[in-house]
T-cell receptor, first 107, second 115 residues
């Protein structure tokens, strides 16, 4: 039932580097959202991109959406140790989540 | 309140026991969602309320699971005759608008362990 699928499953980078994670989905959408989850905590909403938008920025976050390929990417620039978390995309009328990308930023 | 509050934070239940998990959404939020998250997985949708109306319960895994939101604010997820496969984190989220086109605020979840 999970419609969004993130890749890679895990990503490890040095502090200061950029992190890119991708999300693919199966059916048409109204919007796509990205969330962050720190270990043992609830999810935190990062950004929402609507189906008629191609790119959106929020601070160090950049999200792109390609509805023809049914895919989205999340770019975190100048990563920090505090960005270490799991990142999920969510799509669809029932707000399906993928299995997430586990990001580790090494200080 | 300032955020979505869930209680208890942790619950250990013996197999066969009934449990009740509580969610206090942000005051005035129309939409309320329950999700189940197994270890290492993404959240799985369980059910959706718009005010007191349960508009979608298609994600509830069995008839042992029941959710209610009688006054359109606090919600309770009840699991009867718990099984080991029910062990998971149960997340509640709320939103100020109807439907699925807005960012949600999640609680920290209730970790249920069935022994």
């Amino acid at each position: 039932s999970q419609q969004g699928e993130e890749d890679p499953q895990a990503l490890s980078i040095q502090e200061g580097e950029n992190a890119t994670m991708n999300c693919s989905y199966k059916t048409s959408i109204n919007n796509l959202q990205w969330y962050r989850q720190n270990s043992g905590r609830g999810l935190v909403h990062l950004i929402l991109i609507r189906s008629n938008e191609r790119e959106k920025h929020s601070g160090r976050l950049r999200v792109t959406l390609d509805t023809s390929k049914k895919s989205s990417s999340l770019l975190i620039t100048a990563s920090r140790a505090a960005d270490t978390a799991s990142y999920f995309c969510a799509t669809g009328n029932q707000f399906y989540f993928g299995t997430g990308t586990s990001l580790t930023v090494i200080p | 309140g300032a955020g979505v509050s869930q209680s208890p934070r942790y619950k250990v239940a013996k197999r066969g026991q009934d449990v009740a998990l509580r969610c206090d959404p942000i005051s005035g939020h129309v939409s309320l969602f329950w999700y189940q998250q197994a270890l290492g997985q993404g959240p799985e949708f369980l059910t959706y309320f718009q005010n007191e109306a349960q508009l979608d319960k298609s994600g509830l895994p069995s008839d042992r699971f029941f959710a209610e939101r009688p006054e359109g604010s606090v919600s309770t997820l009840k699991i009867q005759r718990t099984q080991q496969e029910d062990s998971a984190v149960y997340l509640c989220a709320s939103s100020p608008v109807r439907g699925f086109n807005y960012g949600y605020t999640f609680g920290s979840g209730t970790r249920l362990t069935v022994v």
